[in-house]
């Protein structure tokens, strides 16, 4: 157990889309789990990473407070950090509010939306704020690898990891490189 | 006897008022391109043909080709600065694949894939950028313009109008529309125009279109840009 290769994932600014398409790889997760233990993950439910974690896989952008301080976190306890899909590489689809002020969006979905009643924008302290702008991870930290797509495939995620636990430099083929 | 240039060692010939470009389509060797277009009076403005030739950077699709000359292409050192100038593209429009109709057809994003490209590496401009959605038949969207110019050249010299030019300098450079009200619609351009299906991105698409071809059989699904290239732009440079 103590030998195996620790990996966390979170996802920030995402659908969950790429952590989807990760379980993808289907049966052979438990190929996979025969070498790796996850750590922190949406699979564990483990609220935090452990101090040495080897890899830590970045679905979405970064929109509000809580994901800094997630990413940086993530940042600080991996040794690997990979921006997986389209939102951690580029800001994604979230980063289509980037063209719209702040405040325009929250008066469109909390006051002027359809069908909303007791209008006010939310302000519980407890809440993440926003960021002005949503941006890409490696804007915030060192990212070490970038899997593209949207999401990426399983068989990305399959020879990705499988390059790196092997000790491979990790090469995607022409066919496993998309933004789409 | 033939002229010839030597490509990365091969010998390759060429006739006069050849540029290095069109030599090297002729004969097989592909040199990155984006505003470059065989049909079209070269720009030189992409600069991802940069080759070397006798040891100096130049842009293969404008420099002529001449007796002697030793030509550096496919070399590690000039495809990373292509890969770092198509990040620049990416960084400085808006290109967000997955909500682009012409994700899979689109030589922007074929040439990325041809050179590796991963990331953006540099951070987002975010520009806000205007759509013009006016014309019935075609859509504008500025947000995806790498400002090649070929809706220009085309337009100009293949449709006998002059629909598009780019106006402003440096980061205030943009694609505008020759009508009073700056809007499409009120140009002469016709979907069966040259001009509106030369965008080598999504920024000038064809209207009721969209997403027709499924994927796996989009243009670079399964072939990098370098054969589908040599393949059509060889007929081109044949005529």
């Known amino acids: 157990m103590t030998n195996k290769i620790r990996v966390a994932t979170t996802s920030l600014a995402g659908c969950f889309g790429c952590h989807m398409s990760f379980l993808d790889i289907d049966e052979r997760i438990l190929e996979l789990a025969e070498v790796v233990v996850f750590d922190r993950s949406p699979i564990t439910d483990i609220e935090h990473c452990s101090i040495d974690c080897d890899i830590g896989l970045i679905e979405g952008g970064v929109c509000n407070s809580e994901n800094v301080h997630t990413l940086r976190e993530f ?3 991996c040794k690997i950090l990979v921006a997986v899909g389209a939102c951690a590489i580029n800001g994604g689809l979230p980063a289509m509010r980037n063209f719209i002020p702040l405040e325009e969006c929250l008066n469109e979905a909390y006051i002027n939306g359809m069908g909303v009643e007791n209008a006010q924008i939310p302000s519980d302290p407890e809440l993440p704020l926003l960021l002005d702008k949503v941006r890409p991870i490696h804007e915030v930290v060192k990212i070490d690898y970038f899997l593209p797509g949207c999401p990426p495939s399983a068989d990305v995620f399959w020879k990705f990891l499988t390059d790196l636990i092997a000790g491979r430099e990790p090469s995607l083929p022409y066919e496993l490189v998309h933004y789409d | 006897m033939a002229k010839t240039i030597t490509i990365d060692g ?4 060429f006739e006069d008022g050849q540029t290095i470009m069109q030599a090297a389509s002729d004969a097989g060797v592909y040199i990155p391109h984006l505003c470059h277009h065989p049909e079209f009076t070269p720009h030189g403005s992409c600069k991802l043909c940069t080759v070397k030739v ?5 842009s293969a699709c404008t420099f002529p080709a001449m007796e002697g000359q030793e030509v550096i292409n496919n070399a590690k050192d000039l495809n990373a600065d292509r890969q770092k100038i198509t990040q620049m593209l990416f960084v400085e429009g808006n290109h967000f694949c997955p909500s682009c109709e012409k994700t899979g057809n689109c030589q922007l994003q074929a040439v990325a894939y041809h050179l590796n490209m991963l990331d953006d590496h540099f951070p987002l401009f975010y520009q806000h950028r205007e759509l013009d959605a006016s014309h019935t038949d075609i859509l504008i969207d500025h947000n995806r313009c790498i400002f090649c110019t070929l809706c220009v050249r085309a337009s100009h010299e293949h449709d006998g109008k002059e629909v598009f030019a780019i106006s402003g300098r440096g980061i205030n450079k943009h694609l505008i529309v020759n009508s009073e009200s700056g809007l499409l619609k009120d140009t002469n351009m016709t979907a069966s125009d040259k001009a509106a299906h030369i ?7 064809i209207k009721h279109t969209a997403y027709q ?5 989009r243009i670079y699904d399964h072939q990098q840009i370098d054969q589908v290239s040599l393949n059509s ?4 440079h044949d005529k």
């Open chain 2, 10 to 13: 091969l010998s390759i010939p």
């Open chain 2, 199 to 205: 965008c080598p991105t999504g920024a000038i698409l």
């Open chain 1, 75 to 77: 940042r600080k306890s």
């Open chain 2, 54 to 58: 006798n040891g100096r950077n130049c």
């Open chain 2, 233 to 236: 732009e060889q007929v081109d």
């Open chain 2, 213 to 217: 071809v499924p994927i796996g059989e």
